[in-house]
């Protein structure tokens, strides 16, 4: 589901298995990305967690078209887009470098992936130790169970918060709070001091003059009219 993890977690989850396991050395993911942004944005996100830089021989790397900061060969996640991977394909039909090997966000089908998808159901009988998966937040996992000689799936639930909006009439309303203006729209008091006494660099000051043209108008109007949110 949305807001499991998968996209950064599951990878690190294997490889992190394998080091414990001992066989950290004979481990390399890689895991397909739908864009190059995402790509990009995934193995950063990943190589923060693991306290490391992208590339530079490290553990996260990414590969995308024209631009490439991979990973060392053994013990690595590689994060790269669907035309890298049938790139590699091209030039090891068998992928005998992958030991696991993630399509994520599947849903997103198009002539690229829905190939991969074919060529890499011909490559497992030749690679009985490749571990594919396939993850995606809304598809229908049984056709391609079915499509995979009804392979295993599994549900990771969501851990989405709930999040709650307030608009400024709303905090006007629970703080009761109700501004003191001038005629000009200048607050009388401002935690106790005169304004006139606050020393403002240019560059302050005009932020200021445009943020109290842009809420006093409003904050007059809603003072008027009392039309405040009911909840």
């Known amino acids: 589901e949305t807001g499991c993890g998968k996209t950064t977690q599951v990878a690190q989850f294997i490889l992190d298995n394998e080091i414990e396991r001992g066989r950290g050395s004979m481990c390399h993911v890689v895991c ?24 530079d021989d490290g553990a996260v790397g990414y590969t995308i078209r024209l631009e490439s900061h ?26 005998t470098a992958v030991s ?32 594919l998966i ?10 391609f169970s079915q499509y995979y000689n009804n392979c295993p799936t599994v549900n990771i639930p969501g851990f989405t918060f709930p999040v709650q909006e307030f608009y400024l009439e709303d905090v006007l309303q629970m703080t009761r709070y109700i501004p003191k203006l001038k005629n000009n729209g200048r607050y009388q008091k401002f935690r106790g001091q005169n304004p006139k006494k606050w020393r ?25 009219s009392k039309n405040y949110s009911a909840q």
């Open 32 to 55: 397909t990305q739908p864009r190059r942004i995402s790509a990009i944005s995934v193995a950063e996100r990943v190589a923060d967690e693991r306290n490391e830089t992208v590339g």
């Open 70 to 95: 991979p990973p060392r060969k053994r013990g690595s996640i590689l994060y790269c887009t669907t035309g890298v991977l049938l790139r590699m394909l091209e030039e090891d039909p068998a992928l």
């Open 200 to 224: 403002m660099k240019p560059k302050e000051k005009e932020e200021m003059l445009l943020f109290r043209g842009m809420v006093h108008p409003y904050l007059r109007e809603l003072t008027s």
């Open 134 to 143: 396939l993850m995606s937040a809304t598809l229908n996992a049984d056709h």
């Open 100 to 131: 696991h090997l993630i399509l994520d966000e599947i849903h997103e089908r198009d002539t690229i992936s829905d190939f991969a998808i074919t060529i890499l159901k011909d490559i497992i009988p030749k690679r009985p130790d490749l571990r």
